[in-house]
């Protein structure tokens, strides 16, 4: 898709939603971020990577050089698993940069990018094991793996895959894999869910299954917790809401519970590392509302939800610490902001810090 909206711009009649990197693992290696946490925006508008250090009281403090410099406008960003490169993607290609001392980054293949197409990139995940970087393409078509060449952060193409038996149009939002590296999915906005059961060794997708949407209903955004148990589907339309779904044998789905009440045109979600609190970004409202997730099948609204966000909310994530939960906004009010956790109401947050990020925050990626 040439053609990228965002928000209220005209053209193509879609919206990218965002919500990448929430990082639960230790530190990086070779040149990567020890133990310190970082933030990574790609802020559209500008064709920047803004980066930023998490200090461990909530503190957003630029990076050195930051805005990075992207050749093109970026719609998705990820960091490796061993936090040592970010991969950017954008309607014409996947660049990267490998994270130096202080979260600094310097571009790989002296800025040329990593891998050329003509398909557009919506969404870039890795494999739990660090060796995959899967592409979510825009067509509406595809899928596209490469491996990773850990040394350099170069990528290979090891396969291709389409995703065939979809009814109706395909709006690829976003590709998750589950933390056990057992199984996938692909959210295609009115296309449903696409089900595959993953092989990390060989890095082989096999489609499993298809979870259709309602009628005039569209899948914007997903989150898997950290058991590799849930899944969490936000959908627009006239199913709007929050649904969870048990993940069975095969990448199966099984709702379980009702759909819960969001607020209007969710567009990401994020669930902390213990895997008690949910929350959804709620693009139209500028608000997240929160949900207690200790018992899936009976989410319970959190107390003060939903929460004050920036303006066109898209995305959420958490600091590998579990402390602390990210979301930037595509219309600004702030770009980034920084929520931490109430003392004395379970799972409720507030804003603790915020900074600009640059022209159209699209997506974020933490370390992990």
Known sequence: ??????????????????????????????????????????NFGSNTLAGFQISTTGALTAVTGSPFSVPAAPTTVTVSRANTYVYVGTAIGIYGYAIGTGGVLTALNSGAAL???????????????????FSLNQ??????????????????????????????????????????GASAFATLG???????????????LTQTGILPVPNQSSDAAITIDSNSA??????????????????GANAALTQVGITYATG??????????????????????GTIS???????????????????????????GFDTTGKWLLASAQSGSPDLTL??????????????????????????????
């Open 1 to 42: 898709m040439a053609c990228v909206v965002v928000a209220m711009l005209s053209g193509c009649g879609k919206f990218f939603f965002k919500e990448t990197g929430t990082g639960t693992g230790g530190g990086g290696t070779g040149g990567g971020t020890g133990t310190v946490n970082y933030a990574y925006v790609a």
């Open 115 to 133: 891998v050329q197409t003509l398909s557009g990139v919506q969404w870039l995940e890795t494999s739990p094991d660090g060796q995959w970087l």
């Open 139 to 180: 067509d509406g078509v595809t899928i596209s793996e490469y491996s990773i060449v850990a040394s350099t952060g170069l990528l290979a193409l090891a396969q291709s895959y389409t995703y065939p038996g979809i009814s109706g149009v395909s709006l690829p939002k976003m590709f998750r894999i589950a933390p056990n």
């Open 190 to 204: 009115t296309g449903g869910e696409v089900a595959y059961a993953f092989n990390t060794t060989t890095g082989l």
């Open 230 to 247: 849930y899944l969490y589907l936000a959908r627009t339309g006239t199913s709007q809401g929050l649904s969870v779904f048990a993940i």
């Open 264 to 285: 209007s045109q969710p567009a990401s979600v994020a669930i902390d590392p213990t895997n008690a609190y949910v929350y959804v970004a709620n693009f139209m409202d």
């Open 290 to 316: 929160g949900y207690g997730a200790a018992t899936p099948t009976a989410l319970t609204t959190l107390p003060g939800t939903p929460y004050a966000a920036g303006t066109g909310v898209g995305a959420l």
């Open 339 to 368: 929520y931490g956790f109430d003392a004395t109401s379970l799972g409720r947050i507030s804003s603790v810090s915020s900074a600009a990020s640059g022209t159209t925050p699209i997506a974020i990626a933490l370390t992990h």
